[in-house]
T-cell receptor
Framework: GESVGLHLPTLSVQEGDNSIINCAYS??????FIWYKQESGKGPQFIID?????DKRQGQRVTVLLNKTVKHLSLQIAATQPGDSAVYFC?????????????FGQGTTLQVKP | DTGVSQDPRHKITKRGQNVTFRCDPI?????LYWYRQTLGQGPEFLTY????????KSRLLSDRFSAERPKGSFSTLEIQRTEQGDSAMYLC????????????FGEGSWLTVV
């Protein structure tokens, strides 16, 4: 069935290195994607979004890449810091008429080693 | 704090009791969403309001669940005759209604049914 998924459940990186978190989606009609960061016991925190008419979008220390051909999304975090340790979710907008209903993947846990 | 506010943050209840959660969205956001998240999983969509109208409900929202947004501002989610399987974090989120606008989440309400 249709799903949004992440390639790896856990990613461990050294402080200062760059992190890349991947996400695959299967609904080619989805037109909006968001990355969220979730720390233990807290709600998801918006990081960055991208619309399907774009291939790349940059924020502060983060970059999202969208490859519609292979239905793949990635989040790159530059100079990873201990505060970046969290679970990262990609989410896909599948609502008809752009309702904003999101379908989430299962998440990748990012562990940053000092 | 002008973010999405949820109350209570934690609730422990006995099986069979009713519980109610409240959500105050970001002011001027006319869309409001409820999601449910269990341990190790991504959030799952439950229902969505545009102003006071409930426009979509997930199959996950059984007859024991009811959500309201009477004046188009705050919303309540009530669970009747709680079951142990209802134990989860209930997340509220809000957004503007101009297309797939950024959806901001609250910190969630943890429910434990014993």
């Amino acid at each position: 069935g249709e799903s949004v998924g992440l390639h790896l459940p856990t990613l461990s990186v050294q402080e200062g290195d760059n992190s890349i978190i991947n996400c695959a989606y299967s609904n080619s009609a989805s037109d909006y994607f968001i990355w969220y960061k979730q720390e233990s016991g807290k709600g998801p925190q918006f990081i960055i979004d991208i619309r399907s008419n774009m291939d790349k979008r940059q924020g502060q220390r983060v970059t999202v890449l969208l490859n519609k051909t292979v239905k793949h999304l990635s989040l790159q975090i530059a100079a990873t810091q201990p505060g970046d340790s969290a679970v990262y979710f990609c989410a896909e907008n599948r609502g008809s008429g752009n309702t904003g209903k999101l379908i989430f993947g299962q998440g990748t846990t990012l562990q940053v080693k000092p | 704090d002008t973010g999405v506010s949820q109350d209570p943050r934690h609730k422990i209840t006995k099986r069979g009791q009713n519980v109610t959660f409240r959500c105050d969205p970001i002011s001027e956001h006319n869309r409001l969403y409820w999601y449910r998240q269990t341990l190790g999983q991504g959030p799952e969509f439950l229902t969505y309001f545009q102003n006071e109208a409930q426009l979509e409900k997930s199959r996950l929202l059984s007859d024991r669940f009811s959500a309201e947004r009477p004046k188009g501002s705050f919303s309540t989610l009530e669970i009747q005759r709680t079951e142990q399987g209802d134990s989860a974090m209930y997340l509220c989120a809000s957004s503007l209604s101009r297309g797939p606008d950024t959806i901001y989440f609250g910190e969630g309400s943890w429910l434990t049914v014993v």
